[in-house]
């Protein structure tokens, strides 16, 4: 591994080493470029991960305080956790179920396809699906994205096989394994999927992607890499000329340190993003840096989400196996007939009884609940997940009545449904009952959001500077050797898993960071 | 009989009932908490079977019984499983106890909330009826103490392996090599679907 001096100024630090920042990381490291990778959580492995739902998370979920605001349920059921995402190396990439899914073409252009809704900010990407394709495919090839590259589909396991019962005799088209970023067959030195379960606490086969063994280590071994775990960032600073200069952060001994930089990219996911940037406000950017256009931290999406439970009067055992073990795509298509503009997925789910118990109903009690509970082992579940309408007034601030033990202020995350949101997640509500009453379902349940895991949005790229923070290569507009590398770019959400996307832009910015700095025009 | 201990970890009195290794309490240690809760595991059941004895007892360390005993009650109309032995409330009591322990506003609030239940109960609420005890948690449904108590019941009801396997729910599965060989696709009841949607499970 490399060992680069706090004082040298020529390498690129990245904050973050998840879907976006260890992507990134790797593919400058693979062109010769001189990395520092600073990551707030802890080193983990195949090995140390952990088969139990509550240990795990305590391992691996960010559980720095944050606050949240506004009238979606999260903020009443979860005040201190709106989000289910990761401190640790890898970030969520350890989390993720490994759904990968492309966008569609006019998820790319919805100010153009669904015109001026009402309390949203839609507006176009400055890029299209097209310039997206090439992309894309490198991030499928280099995640071994199933049913893509010739790979194989996963096996369906039983949670599977009631989704595909009662979807396709709902009339459903689109029902398969999905599109997995879970090794099928052993790939890329890493072994094939066991059927484990517990996806979201760390695949201890290592089958499913994540940049913690695939891209970091692969980023180890080109000697251009000092990553730097249980490294909390603080501040980024910048030069009399207005160009970002160094970051500042907290090692594990718990001293501060600066690192000096050339360009610096940010990839703490949709919330931390966006705060970094506000804490790291001086007398020449007041508001933040790169907050010209005041977009810095809004525009917060966490798609439109919700899961059906449903019980059987046989056996599931829904815990056997891949976690996201199948998807109905029929719904993701934007067909304002239903009711609502843009689209949603419907995809397989399973949680084990400690975290049924915290999230089947919150708050809920009494004998319905326990019914749930006794019936765990003849459910059958579903997660819905789909387009949320990006709104100005949705935003993450910094919260300066709180503060973390670094003494900074917390993330305020505030959320309002928007209309299109609550119809949405009504026909998906409808739909995913009635795939399981069509599998003979006896009883059927509306369970609400999770913590969100889709955090999306918080510096969205745009053609221009006054309505974004960043272009179409997550370069800021007001500062051009400041990045926005993770789901934070996003200008809308589409109805897809995010991951995929955050990697085929991640891989994007590598080439035109390589190329610019080529240039000396970095 | 020796009687399984109720260990200080919720998940640790799961595995002193599987592995026994918990030695048995003597008279000296029972006299130190100020509250004791005993009970039996009912014959034939899988818990038991786990259990190297079906006697359970828990030591209070801030707690009284009566207390203990109305938190236990507490919990059984919060979250009503009749299969599930009162070993497994008793893991709320001692979650609860240990709030207490190490926070004596939250020992106050506990108890003022078992004499509130027992208000709203008329009487004794761990002796009370059925229907009286449910009508009497409806009464404080919504107040902190009814807050703190069903919070804890998520975790010290649900996370530990008496009640994973009272519903059929085996806990980690690596160490047994995944269910690629072990039924993970061995539903019956419904038509397969075909291989494009899919495809048979590599083996190696």
Not at chain 1, 170 to 188: C, F, Q, W
Not at chain 2, 124 to 141: G, H, R, S, Y
Request: glycine share 10%; aromatic share 8%.
């Amino acid at each position: 591994m490399a060992k680069i001096a706090f004082d040298d100024d020529s390498a690129v630090v990245i904050i973050g080493s998840g879907a976006g920042g260890g992507t990134l990381a790797n593919e400058l490291c693979q062109k010769g470029i001189k990395v520092v990778v600073l990551e707030a959580g802890a080193m983990q492995s195949v090995a140390s991960f952990i088969n139990d739902e509550w240990k795990s998370f305590s391992q691996l979920a960010w559980l720095d305080a944050r606050t949240t605001s506004g009238n979606w349920r999260i903020a009443k059921d979860f005040p201190g956790l709106p989000a289910w995402i990761c401190k640790t190396v890898g970030g969520t990439t350890t989390h993720w179920a490994g759904a990968s899914l492309r966008f569609q073409e006019h998820e790319f252009k919805v100010r153009t396809h669904y015109g001026a809704i009402k309390g949203a900010n839609l507006m176009d990407w400055p890029l299209t699906l097209k310039d997206l394709e090439p992309w894309y495919d490198k991030a499928e090839d280099k995640m071994g994205v199933t049913r893509t590259h010739g790979i194989p589909g996963l096996p369906g396991n039983n949670n599977f096989k009631v989704m595909h019962a009662g979807a396709t005799k709902l009339g459903y088209k689109e029902v398969h394994t999905g599109n997995m970023a879970i090794n099928s067959r052993p790939r890329d030195g890493r072994g094939s999927c066991q059927q484990i379960g517990f996806c979201f606490q760390g695949c201890k086969s290592g089958a499913k992607w994540s940049t913690l063994y695939t891209e970091l280590p692969k980023a180890e071994a080109t000697g251009n890499l000092d990553l730097r775990p249980e490294s909390h960032v603080t501040r980024i600073e910048h030069n009399a000329a207005g160009k970002v200069s160094a970051v500042v952060y907290v090692d594990k001994a718990g001293q501060e340190q600066r690192q000096k930089a050339r360009i610096v990219c940010v990839a703490g996911n949709s919330i931390e993003t966006p705060r970094l940037l506000l804490m790291s406000a001086s007398d020449k950017f007041r508001d933040g840096l790169a907050n010209s256009s005041g977009q810095v931290g809004r525009n917060y999406m966490r798609h439109m989400t919700g899961s059906v439970y449903a019980a059987f009067k046989e056996p599931v055992q829904m815990f056997r196996g891949t976690t996201m073990a199948g998807v109905v795509g029929d719904e993701a298509r934007n067909n304002p007939k239903r009711g609502f503009v843009g689209g949603y997925e419907m995809e397989t789910l399973s949680l084990g009884v400690p975290f049924m118990a915290a999230f089947l109903d919150p708050g809920g009690w009494g004998e319905e609940f326990a019914w749930w509970m006794e019936h765990y082992s003849q459910l059958a579940g579903m997660w819905l997940v789909g387009e949320d309408m990006p709104r100005e007034t949705n935003r993450v601030t910094l919260n300066a009545k709180v503060k973390d033990k670094y003494g900074n202020p917390v993330p305020n995350v505030h959320f309002d449904d928007h209309a299109n949101d609550v119809a949405m997640r009504n026909h998906a509500y409808t739909q995913g009952e009635r795939v399981y009453q069509a599998a003979g379902a006896i009883r059927t349940f509306r369970t609400p959001p999770y913590p969100s895991t889709h955090n999306l949005g918080t510096c969205r790229m745009g053609a221009s500077a006054a309505d974004s923070v960043c272009n179409a290569y997550g370069q800021t507009h007001d500062i051009p050797n400041l990045f926005i590398s993770d789901g934070s770019q996003f200008t809308t959400g589409g109805a897809e898993n995010p991951t995929l996307t955050i990697v085929a832009l991640a891989i994007r910015q590598a080439d035109h960071i390589a190329t610019r700095m080529s240039q000396r025009a970095l | 009989m020796q009687a399984i201990r109720i260990a200080t970890a919720s998940r640790g009195a799961a595995s002193a009932a599987t592995t026994g290794h918990q030695a048995p309490l003597t008279r000296r240690e029972f006299l130190k908490g100020t509250g004791l809760l005993l009970g039996t595991l009912a014959i034939g059941t899988p818990i038991a079977a786990l259990a190297p004895s079906r006697a359970w007892a828990l030591e209070l360390k801030a707690l009284d019984t009566a207390t203990g005993d109305t938190l236990l009650k507490f919990g059984r109309v919060l979250y009503p499983h009749p299969n599930l032995p009162d070993a497994v409330y008793a893991l709320l009591v001692k979650d609860l106890d240990a709030m207490a322990a190490a926070d004596p506003k939250m020992a106050g609030q506990l108890r003022d909330g078992v004499a509130g239940l027992d208000r709203a109960a008329g009487g004794a609420f761990a002796k009370a009826k059925p229907a009286a005890q449910l009508a009497a948690v409806k009464a404080i449904e919504g107040k902190p103490f009814f807050a703190t108590v069903r919070g804890k019941c998520v975790t010290a009801l649900y996370d530990n392996e008496m009640t994973w396997t009272a519903f059929g729910y085996p806990g980690e599965s690596f160490s047994k090599g995944g269910y690629i060989r072990r039924g993970f696709q061995d539903l019956k009841w419904l038509p397969d679907p075909p291989e494009d949607a899919s495809p048979p499970p590599f083996l190696g």
